[in-house]
């Protein structure tokens, strides 16, 4: 592959957020839509910047386990290198690391299906962002939609929020459920309002007290209508996915309900299939040499992968020759 077609296909993947180990060796070791017999992996990775919260777990994380139980080839790592593009007290960070693993453990991410590892205890990761930002321009990162989110509300941006893309080899198709607070946005980790998302972690007290301040609108009959009743289809939504009815059941079997105790209806079904999941998490996180040991035998797994595509890289940008 020419230096051109390289450059072209690190920020076609960058663009699509869906870089994977797999495609990323068949880029360095031939052409780009040449088919060859490398196996497919599917990798994803989250943050451990805040508790997950419905539309990580809906968008992300029931989807790897679905992909992981249906026998594809998964890995999911903590992205903790993407963390630091913004500063974290350090305890904090070591704290959020093992929350997240304990998360994803109680929501089924198995690893002994799934290679899960800590993202900065596989060097590759560093090393290849380092060539890929090499490849890469200031105008074309510049205008990436990543960097432009994360930096439009700082007044001094780090060099880390810059290169973010880049290292962003693999991303989160997050569900868009929308914020409780605000229906034209979605449901965020990094919203500054906490009220605006359910998390796993939430008590019962937490989740009704949330869902009672979701925004809705001043019609008070339960009706489905994203475009014009955002608020509410958002709850509906919600009830939906943990309930496995459909919206016209749920507006159907709501028909004597006024939105205002619907939201407590709502809070009463998330409370309910959330609490096995929280009760998980605190269990796991009382397990700190289990975690260690989860996250430790992730990397050295991940490593092996890594290496390979790594030699290939070093060789393709001439660190080593290989015949």
Known sequence: MNSSNFTKT???CMRLKSLCFWPLRKSFCSEVHRTDSWPQRVFSGIQPTGAIHLGN?????ARWRELQD???NTMCCIADLHSITLPQEPLQLKKN????????????????????FQQSQVPQHAELCWVLACHSTMARLAHLPQFRE?????????VGIYVYPVLQAADILLYRLRSLRDPQKKMSKSDADPRSRIELMDSPADIREKCKKAVTDFTSAVTFNPVSRPGVSNLITIHSLL????????????????????????????AKNIAPIREKVIHIMSKHQYLD?????????????????WNDVKNKVGFTYLL
Not at 57 to 61: D, K, R, T
Not at 97 to 116: H, R, S
Request: aromatic share 6%; with cysteine.
């Open 10 to 12: 690190i920020f076609e």
């Open 57 to 61: 777990y809906f968008g992300a994380v």
């Open 70 to 72: 249906g026998g594809a």
């Open 97 to 116: 690391i093992y929350q997240m693993t304990a998360t994803l453990l109680a929501c089924g991410i198995d690893p002994e299906k799934t290679i899960l």
């Open 150 to 158: 994360k930096s439009a509300s700082l007044k001094e941006v780090p």
């Open 243 to 270: 309930s496995g009815l459909s919206p016209e059941d749920i507006c159907r079997d709501s028909s004597g309900l006024d939105t205002g105790r619907y939201k407590l209806v709502v809070a009463e079904v998330i």
């Open 293 to 309: 040991d989860v996250l430790e035998s992730g990397a050295e797994k991940a490593v092996r992968i890594a290496r390979e595509t």
